[in-house]
């Protein structure tokens, strides 16, 4: 559900030398208890032994311990179109980086490993009637709300408020379309959002007919180069409590935004399969789902886990990515696959 961070769900390996680190690392990983963080609903401890637990636990999530369940209601099957909300300051090289990542998602022939073979993985997960998620996912209408509607710190309403100022907007609103549209809002790298850093980097949920007058599945993720890169922008930058941990370079020589294109594919894939979060979700309690992207945090090659990424590609200019997109290079987690009860992506190497 919330793209929820903490430093241990992600890492490097750790060779012997720096055995404090490590020990570091899993003492926060105990105490920090990253993978239930904040949610858009009241607090809710979900019952540990439905979810995987544990670095021994992690290595690309783990088989016996998730029941990730069907629960009946719809997912995306009809052809997706992602509407996306600039609030705030955006240029346009940060823009065209995330529209890109979008129309990578069904982009035929980008070279392996690929968004579209992420994607792959998502689109194994169906109704109550067999019909899988769509393979399509376009870029759909824009929205700039470059004067900050609702300020410079929004709360999860005041962030629904924004999207209703859109779809309701005298010039050019955002088309409504509730049964295959995306409201994605990205906010620039000066806005405050409600449990931002703290607790998440983004999160899904739909709208209130009572404030937005319709019910649309929506996501929000924050750029976090100013306010916690260390955070939300890991692993192309690090928390300063760690000492001795560098950055790795990131595929577009924009921290904040590279690092938001993981949290954007991480929310897409929930949208699609639980949008109306009714759908696909494992533990025992629907008020704290735990969904297909959640059960994958930190994850992005094989062998992922604990407070290891897992294996990553190098591109020329020592930029670290996991898949191609159209053009560009990206670094995205993985998602849970189903079928085999594990995490899987494109660059998977077995
Ligand atoms: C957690 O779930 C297991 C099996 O689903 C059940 O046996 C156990 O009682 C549950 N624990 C709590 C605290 O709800
Ligand atoms: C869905 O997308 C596919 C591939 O882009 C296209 O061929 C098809 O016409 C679209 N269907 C609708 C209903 O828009
Ligand atoms: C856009 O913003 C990013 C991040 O602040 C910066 O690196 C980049 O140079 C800017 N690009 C343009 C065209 O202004
Ligand atoms: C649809 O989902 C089923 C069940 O997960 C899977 O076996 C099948 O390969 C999926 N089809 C596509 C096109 O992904």
Not at 28 to 34: D, E, N
Not at 152 to 165: A, E, F, H
Not at 187 to 198: A, I
Not at 306 to 316: A, H, I, N, P
Request: aromatic letters at 12%; charged letters at 15%.
């Amino acid at each position: 559900m919330c793209h929820c961070r903490g430093f241990s769900a992600r890492g490097y390996p750790s060779p012997p030398s720096t055995l404090l680190l490590c020990l570091a690392v899993l003492t926060l990983f105990v105490s920090v208890s990253p993978v239930i963080g904040w949610r858009p609903w009241p607090h809710n401890k979900i019952n540990g032994s439905d979810l995987l637990f544990g670095p021994s636990e992690k290595f690309e999530g783990s088989s016996e311990f998730v029941h990730l369940r069907y629960h009946m209601g719809p997912v995306l099957t009809a052809n997706i179109t992602v509407h996306t909300i600039w609030y705030g300051n955006w240029n346009k090289s940060q823009k065209k980086i995330i529209r890109e990542f979008i129309n990578s998602i069904s982009a035929v022939n980008s070279k392996r490993p690929s968004v579209a073979g992420w994607w792959r993985t998502v689109q194994l997960y169906t109704d109550q009637t067999g019909a899988n998620i769509s393979r399509t996912v376009r870029l759909g209408e824009e929205k700039n709300d470059r004067f900050y509607s609702h300020g410079k710190s929004l709360t999860r309403l005041s962030i629904q408020s924004v999207i209703k100022s859109a779809v309701t907007a005298k010039t050019k609103p955002l088309p409504i379309n509730p049964k295959s549209g995306l409201y994605l809002l990205l906010t620039s790298d000066d806005v405050l959002v409600q449990d931002f850093c703290g607790q998440v980097c983004g999160f899904h949920y739909f709208t209130f007919p009572s404030i937005v007058g319709y019910t649309l599945p929506y996501a929000w993720v924050g750029n976090s180069a100013k306010l916690c890169p260390g955070v939300c922008a890991y692993p192309f930058a690090v928390p300063e409590y760690i000492p001795g941990l560098k950055p790795l370079k990131s595929p577009n020589g924009d921290v904040g935004v590279d690092g938001m294109v993981s949290v954007i594919g991480h929310e897409i894939a929930e949208l699609a399969t639980n949008p109306l979060v009714n759908a696909w979700y494992a533990g025992q309690d629907p008020t704290a789902p735990v969904e297909i992207a959640d059960l994958c945090e930190g994850i992005y090659g094989t062998g992922g886990g604990g407070s290891y990424t897992g294996q990553l590609l190098d591109d020329r200019g020592g930029a670290t990515y996991n898949m191609n997109g159209i053009r560009r290079k990206f670094l995205v987690q993985w998602v849970w696959n189903h079928l085999v009860n594990y995490c899987r992506g494109p660059n998977a190497l077995d």
